[in-house]
């Protein structure tokens, strides 16, 4: 139970490579994620609004704009990956947190979604039934 209790403490079971120089430290405690993920996660809070603002929304419209949100995130580690430039914290927590908003879309959309297909079983069946 107690490594269950660290791993979650430490997020040891998130996939980061939890490099020190791109992670934040205050007082000298580093955080178990680097700045991008840090964002991501914080990008995910986009959720509870999104269900309430995106309720009629078309699914291809909100996946698409998902979709699109995760471009700057995508081109960002690409362009590093390949040696063309070096990105920094700022815009690593900035490509982060619009790429996990983006998720969130694609998050929402697939949920609304699921929603609309139960509901439309739910007809088909009553349909039959009647």
Same mark, same amino acid.
């Given at each position: 139970?107690?490594?269950? *209790?660290?791993? +979650? #403490?430490? !997020?040891?079971?998130? =996939?980061?490579? &939890?490099?020190?120089?791109?992670?934040?430290? #205050? &007082?000298?405690?580093?955080?178990?994620?680097?700045?991008?993920?840090?964002? #991501? /996660?914080?990008?995910? !809070?986009?959720?509870? =609004? /999104? !269900?309430?603002?995106?309720?009629?929304?078309?699914? #291809?419209?909100?996946?698409?704009?998902?979709?699109? /949100?995760?471009? =700057?995130?995508?081109?960002?580690?690409?362009?590093?990956?390949?040696?063309?430039? +070096?990105?920094?914290?700022?815009?690593?927590? !900035?490509?982060?947190?619009?790429?996990?908003?983006?998720?969130?879309?694609?998050?929402?959309?697939?949920?609304?979604?699921?929603? &609309?297909?139960?509901?439309? *079983?739910?007809?088909?069946?009553?349909?039959?039934?009647?």
């Amino acid at each position: 139970m107690k490594e269950y *209790f660290d791993a +979650v #403490i430490t !997020l040891r079971f998130f =996939p980061c490579h &939890r490099k020190k120089e791109r992670s934040l430290v #205050i &007082r000298g405690k580093q955080f178990p994620m680097c700045y991008r993920c840090m964002s #991501i /996660l914080l990008g995910y !809070l986009a959720v509870v =609004p /999104l !269900l309430w603002l995106a309720a009629d929304v078309s699914f #291809i419209k909100l996946f698409v704009v998902g979709v699109l /949100l995760n471009f =700057p995130m995508v081109i960002d580690g690409y362009t590093q990956l390949r040696g063309w430039r +070096v990105s920094n914290n700022f815009l690593r927590s !900035l490509t982060g947190l619009i790429s996990g908003m983006g998720m969130s879309c694609i998050i929402v959309a697939g949920s609304f979604q699921f929603h &609309r297909a139960i509901k439309g *079983f739910a007809n088909l069946i009553e349909f039959f039934m009647a």
